[in-house]
Structure formats: structure tokens, C-alpha cells
């Protein structure tokens, strides 16, 4: 019996069905790998965190904010400048806090920029610094319980066009002071 003999002939129905094969297989790789991706497209959205306080606190640890030198001590009042930070005007009223701009956009020296400008108002600043953070998208001041007043004064000042929110809890920088944290101009 010869290799034609056992195929049938060219429009039998088992060599019709033997040409399909290859293309059944394909498509059933090709479902087997949809059914992975969809599955691990589910996963990860079930498993993926939204809360905007663990965003926070991720994004500061991974800010990219320069150390004071180690000779300076770290500013922890709220009128007194640390030994890094540039000369203040004499017009900075002492029973304010201090302002700490943080960069947190992509427009390189949006933090001096601000700072400048913050200064020029009559706030005593703090050498500014970069913050990677998603979960910030707007220019914001983060006040704590007892400077509400003077985060609403500082927004009023910079023309009203920045949100005004209590400090998130894993946010500690500039402690006793006023965070303002810029994106964009």
C-alpha cells in the first residue's frame, strides 16, 4: 500500500480534516494564551492597591530629596532656617511657618521657581527639594491641624490656583512647617 493509499483520495473527507489540523492547533494556542493574559490582567487589578495614603508613602520613599550636609542640624522649628538654607528676606513674618517646596513635576527648577517666588511674598522658605509622587497632581499645600489658616493664607497669596489638604499621615517632610508641593506652573 502506498502513501496515497492511506489518505484517500485529494477530496476524501480524512484528508480534508487532517489539512484543518494545524489551524485547530493555532487557534487553541492562541485561546490557551488569551485565557493566561486575561487571567493575569485579573490578578493584577485584584491585587493592585488604591489607597492614596500607601501611594504617599511609597512616592517618599522613593523621592529623591538631597540630605542636609552632616554638620547642619535638621530644622525642626518652625522660624528658624536651617545652615543650608538660602538667606531669607527681612520682610518674612517670624510667627509663620516656614515653607518647604517640593518638585514633584516634571519642569526642572519648578522648586526654586516657587521657592522664589514664595520668598518674595513675605514666607520664609526652605532650600527646596524634588518629590516623586503619582498620587499628586495638582500644586498642593499640605497644612496640619493648626495651620490651616496660614496653608488658606499661603493659596490666597499664590493667586488662589493651589488645593489646600491636611498633611497625609506618611507624609513627614518638613515637619512644622508648610508643604507646598508643585507640578506645574
Request: hydrophobic share 35%; proline share 8%.
Amino acid at each position: 500500500m502506498t502513501k496515497s493509499d492511506q489518505s484517500g483520495p485529494p477530496d476524501s473527507p480524512t484528508r480534508r480534516e487532517n489539512a484543518h489540523l494545524p489551524f485547530r492547533a493555532g487557534a487553541m494556542l492562541l485561546i490557551a494564551i488569551a485565557v493566561v493574559f486575561v487571567g493575569l490582567g485579573w490578578h493584577s487589578a485584584a491585587s493592585s492597591d488604591s489607597d492614596p495614603e500607601a501611594e504617599l508613602e511609597a512616592a517618599q520613599s522613593r523621592q529623591s530629596i538631597s540630605a542636609p550636609p552632616a554638620s547642619a542640624a535638621p530644622d525642626t522649628s518652625i522660624s528658624v532656617p536651617t545652615s543650608g538654607s538660602p538667606a531669607k528676606s527681612s520682610s518674612a513674618d517670624p510667627s509663620r511657618p516656614e515653607v518647604c517646596v517640593f518638585n514633584a513635576g516634571t519642569v526642572s527648577g519648578l522648586g526654586q521657581t516657587f521657592t522664589k517666588k514664595v520668598d518674595d511674598l513675605g514666607w520664609e522658605t526652605a532650600e527646596p527639594a524634588n518629590l516623586q509622587s503619582a498620587s499628586i497632581t495638582e500644586n498642593t499645600i499640605f497644612y496640619t491641624s493648626r495651620q490651616q489658616d496660614d496653608a488658606e493664607q499661603l493659596a490666597a497669596d499664590l493667586g488662589g490656583d493651589v488645593s489646600v489638604d491636611p498633611r497625609p499621615s506618611a507624609f513627614s517632610q518638613c515637619q512644622g512647617g508648610l508643604a507646598l508641593i508643585v507640578v506645574t506652573r
